[in-house]
């Protein structure tokens, strides 16, 4: 069982940065997967990013891939996500999620997570 809280969100200009954390409580960390999903207003929630326990195994969804980076620090029971190159279709309430199992088809369904943070909002606007 996982307890997780999103930070990092803001008002950032396009073209601009910024880095999401996630912070985990509970056992066994680095056994969970952990998913970033973001949900713009009026729209479904859609996958954005996915890493495994160990770090070594990323995926990420088209419309992000090369703008950002997934990267987990077990040792203190964080993941981040750096988003790059920020537009305001990237605008929304981002959410972190914990699974308890790896694939690469894990962020198409939202019942495969199992622990959800409340999210933190994301605003790409000049």
């Known amino acids: 069982q996982l307890q997780l809280v999103e930070s990092g969100g803001g008002l950032v200009q396009p073209g601009g940065s910024l880095r999401l954390s996630c912070s985990a409580s509970?056992?066994?960390?680095?056994?969970?997967?952990i998913g970033w999903f973001r949900q713009a207003q009026g729209k479904e929630r859609e996958g954005v990013s996915l890493?495994?326990?160990?770090?070594?195994?990323?995926i990420y969804a088209d419309s992000v891939k090369g703008r950002f980076t997934l990267s987990r620090n077990n040792a203190n029971n964080m993941v981040y996500l750096l988003m790059d190159s920020l537009n305001p279709e990237d605008s929304g309430v981002y959410f972190c999620?914990?699974?308890?199992?790896?694939?690469?088809?894990?962020?198409?369904?939202?019942?495969?997570?199992?622990?959800w943070g409340h999210g933190t909002q994301v605003t790409v606007s000049s």
């Open positions: 890493i495994s326990g160990s770090g070594v195994r990323t």
């Open positions: 509970g056992s066994s960390f680095d056994s969970w997967a």
């Open positions: 999620a914990a699974s308890r199992f790896y694939n690469d088809y894990l962020l198409r369904r939202l019942e495969n997570f199992d622990s």
